[in-house]
């Protein structure tokens, strides 16, 4: 993870988690407010509106996510009052990679031609952890490359189940 402004901020947060004893409730929390505001582009655009008063957005903050816990809002509250809001995607995933690491898990890649649902990405998780012995975090990208099937990439090493693949093995196997 390379030195930056977000990093810091994912690293402030990441020793406040780690300190409180409750780095798995933070790094939930914020996948949480991650999704949302992904999912809810008016309340991002609230958020970090300079039109609205800051105390008025503060609030909106504690109204929409009053079930978490008061250091993940405040931390939300900190990214809106030092105009780095824009950058939470970054800070986000940096917090969450040091959470993996911190918990042993490995980070990866899942490809496909469609989005896949969040049970089959769970499924694929289940599956290389029985196969390496370790947690495995999958995110999902699109690869239109693919014709079908999936490629999951982690530290580097490819589990290549797309079509593709197997029609070059199936044509290396007629060769021989």
Same mark, same amino acid.
């Given at each position: 993870m390379k030195d930056s402004v977000d990093t810091r901020y994912a690293l402030a947060l990441f020793m406040v988690a780690k300190e409180d004893q409750k780095i798995d409730k933070y790094q939930q929390e914020i996948k949480t407010i991650k999704l949302t505001?992904? *999912?809810?582009?008016?309340? #991002?655009?609230? @958020?970090? $509106?300079? #039109? @609205?008063?800051? *105390?008025?957005?503060y609030q909106v903050v504690d109204n929409v996510f009053k079930d978490m816990?008061?250091?993940?809002?405040? #931390?939300?509250?900190?990214?809106?009052?030092?105009?780095?809001?824009?950058?939470?995607l970054t800070i986000f995933n940096s917090f969450n990679t040091l959470?993996?690491? *911190?918990?042993?898990?490995? *980070?990866?890649?899942?490809?496909?031609t469609n989005p896949l649902d969040e049970e089959r990405i769970?499924?694929?998780?289940e599956a290389l952890k029985n196969k390496n012995k370790v947690a495995v975090e999958l995110s999902?990208?699109?690869?239109? $490359?693919?014709i079908g099937g999936i490629k999951v990439v982690i530290d580097n090493h490819i589990y290549d189940y797309s079509i593709q693949n197997e029609l070059t093995s199936m044509r290396n196997q007629l060769k021989v």
């Open positions: 505001l992904n *999912e809810n582009r008016d309340l #991002f655009h609230l @958020l970090k $509106s300079e #039109f @609205l008063l800051i *105390e008025k957005r816990s008061a250091a993940t809002k405040n #931390f939300l509250k900190i990214l809106m009052k030092n105009h780095r809001l824009n950058s939470y959470c993996n690491e *911190e918990n042993h898990v490995l *980070e990866g890649i899942v490809y496909s769970h499924e694929l998780e999902n990208r699109i690869d239109s $490359s693919l």
